[in-house]
């Protein structure tokens, strides 16, 4: 937020310095002698007042009732004024609050009080430019310099052309202050020279002697201002404050000019584009003054009608439609409420006989300060047809959802009865199960027993064996049967894993859908680096896997395009990437699409499929102690990832084993 102040002055140097030093760090600064002071009444709009020495007491003493005295600030005179100090004493005291600001404060000094008093933090100045001082003299050039980095002001010094050349290498500059005269070159030839690498910087030289600069030449160059040695800190701040308040205006103008451009050519583009759209969208539009005289209509109304807009001029919409669907639109006109909307059914009157049945939406709009409507014609005819067609239908309908709720009544006795079995099965089974189990038991305790009384008799002994021998077999014969119709419901299978070239097994399972991909027209590109990569997998359950995966690539993209077989290996692990060019997999289901009966919703229409060929997939590199996931590529398509190790662990693969 700017902050706005008032300086009242009295014709004071230190006034000017201030007002500088504030509009430097961003403010609005009004300075004014105080003989003006009367004619400003709202006070309230100036976060600080300022009060130069020399006002008299009397000039401000209804401000000290109106503003608080924290909001006032007081520029003391020098030292040695006697007379001076003596009315400013008086000011002080009327308003003893005020802040103090005395001559023999630097500019860094004054500016820091002043922030500190706005409460404006480092990030509310305005930017402020980058200089480069030039001059020989080193003393000079210390003293300039200080008075800018008073001021905040990111200031470089040099004292020749080459160490002012080398000093501004990959560094911003705004503003060049140079002495003319600097042994064998000028500060004209600097500021040439970096006009090349700076073209927007800016320039003030200061010379002894007016003469000495040619007016025409520096102008002609691009200096802003020739300054006469010697320099005090007010006019050096005074002169670098007004050449960038210009250089920010200017800034600010070609922005403005540039955003100005910018919203004319997106106005241009949006009403070509709404031109477009008006003129050739499907709906039939038509604008109409209150008493149906038509204003303009788009093509598609054009083609409603069956007229040119030529004979549509001149014409009124009533004219085209039945007599009770204009009677309704009049009586909606001069009813409309404050949404200043409406819609209706109405029915155009057609030239060969008949009607054409339309819903027409109306909203009144403001056509060049006229009240005016415009109006969305839908015709409905198809709308009107599918209503017929439904009322006769219904009666049809009635009978299939009666003969439906027939086949429903019979699908859940079919159910039920279904259930009723499994039951039975169950039943069945644990009987079977229970009988071997307890011929065991009884035939081992049997045998314990005789162990116990000392009966060693062979002929028992290899009895009791014999029966538990063929009950465990009929119990193994069971379990197998049960493990089987486990296989086949949670999709596990036998798994021999052997030393493999991974290669050949790819080749063979791009061999087997080649058949597709020529129907297609899709290549298939299989790319490897050597050296051979050879893994401990199970052919088959690889060859499968990979199968599915091609599958699925060729059956969702299109017809022409091209898919990769990347297959590499890395820090003991195969790595195959299947990339095709298709339709991509939602974010969101990357990792459901490997869970059963799940398809993508990108896919899961018109392709085919029963959501299972993943999910084996999972369970097959799950086999393999690897992993599979899915991603989408930057340009399209989605690539499979598939990565197992080359070398199974013992442990894991005995588990498996066990499991299949």
């Not at 949006?270 to 759209?277: E, F, P």
């Not at 305790?445 to 064996?465: P, S």
């Not at 990769?564 to 459901?592: C, K, M, Q, R």
Request: negative net charge; hydrophobic residues 40%.
């Amino acid at each position: 937020m700017i902050r706005k102040i008032l300086i009242v002055d009295s014709s004071s140097v230190i006034a000017m310095r201030v007002k500088v030093l504030l509009e430097l760090i961003g403010c609005e600064v009004e300075l004014i002698h105080f003989s003006m002071l009367k004619m400003y009444t709202n006070m309230s709009c100036y976060d600080l007042i300022v009060i130069a020495h020399g006002v008299p007491v009397t000039a401000i003493a209804y401000l000290v009732e109106k503003v608080p005295q924290e909001r006032f600030m007081l520029l003391a005179p020098k030292a040695e004024s006697g007379q001076q100090l003596t009315t400013f004493s008086e000011l002080n005291h009327v308003v003893p609050n005020a802040t103090v600001v005395y001559p023999f404060f630097s500019n860094k000094e004054i500016t820091s009080l002043l922030e500190s008093l706005l409460e404006i933090g480092s990030n509310h100045i305005l930017q402020l430019p980058t200089i480069l001082l030039v001059d020989h003299i080193p003393e000079r050039l210390e003293n300039m310099k200080n008075s800018l980095v008073g001021a905040h002001i990111k200031t470089y010094t040099a004292t020749n052309f080459e160490e002012a050349l080398e000093v501004v290498t990959n560094r911003d500059l705004d503003i060049l202050i140079s002495d003319f005269s600097l042994g064998d070159t000028t500060g004209l030839e600097i500021f040439s020279k970096l006009k090349v690498e700076y073209p927007r910087c800016r320039c003030l030289l200061f010379t002894s002697r007016s003469d000495q600069v040619s007016m025409i030449e520096a102008i002609r160059q691009g200096v802003e201002d020739v300054l006469i040695k010697p320099l005090n800190d007010n006019i050096l701040l005074q002169s670098v404050h007004k050449l960038w308040q210009t250089e920010l205006l200017q800034r600010h103008n070609t922005e403005l000019v540039e955003r100005l451009q910018d919203t004319v050519d997106a106005l241009i583009e949006k009403d070509s584009l709404l031109q477009v759209i008006y003129k050739n969208t499907p709906d039939a539009i038509m604008l109409f003054e209150r008493d149906g005289n038509v204003i303009e209509a788009n093509n598609s109304c054009l083609k409603l009608f069956n007229l040119t807009f030529n004979k549509l001029e001149n014409k009124s919409v009533f004219n085209f439609l039945d007599s009770d669907s204009s009677a309704i639109i009049k009586d909606k006109i001069s009813t409309l409420n404050s949404n200043r909307q409406f819609s209706c059914d109405l029915y155009l009157s057609k030239t060969a006989g008949g009607y054409i049945p339309l819903v027409g939406s109306f909203n009144e709009i403001d056509h060049h300060g006229e009240i005016a409507l415009a109006v969305i014609f839908k015709n409905v005819t198809h709308l009107k047809q599918k209503e017929e067609l439904l009322l006769e239908a219904k009666d049809i309908l009635e009978e299939q959802v009666r003969a439906r709720t027939s086949q429903l009544e019979h699908a859940k006795n079919v159910a039920e009865a279904a259930n009723l079995s499994k039951s039975e099965f169950l039943a069945n089974m644990s009987h079977e199960l229970r009988t071997p189990m307890h011929s065991i038991l009884s035939f081992a305790r049997f045998g314990l027993d005789k162990l116990e009384a000392g009966d060693l008799a062979k002929e028992k002994l290899l009895k009791y064996l014999s029966r538990i021998e063929s009950s465990g077999e009929r119990l193994l014969s069971l379990l197998n049967n049960l493990l089987d119709l486990s296989k086949l419901d949670v999709g596990k299978f036998p798994f021999n894993p052997r030393s493999n070239n991974l290669a050949n097994i790819i080749k063979m399972s791009i061999d087997d859908v080649a058949g597709t991909a020529m129907e297609k027209e899709i290549e298939i590109v299989f790319v490897t680096q050597p050296p051979a990569v050879v893994a401990q997998c199970d052919e088959e359950q690889i060859n499968q896997l990979l199968r599915n995966v091609l599958g699925n690539a060729l059956k969702f993209s299109d017809r022409k395009s091209k898919i990769t077989v990347n297959l590499e290996s890395d820090n003991g692990f195969a790595i195959i990437e299947v990339v095709d060019d298709g339709v991509g997999i939602p974010e969101d289901e990357l990792e459901h699409i490997f869970t059963k009966f799940v398809q993508s919703s990108k896919t899961n229409s018109g392709a085919g499929g029963t959501g299972l060929g993943l999910a084996l997939c999972r369970e097959f590199v799950s086999l393999h102690q690897g992993d599979i996931r899915a991603i989408n590529n930057e340009n399209g398509g989605a690539t499979i990832c598939i990565q197992f190790p080359l070398e199974i662990k013992q442990d894991e693969h005995s588990e498996n084993e066990e499991l299949a």
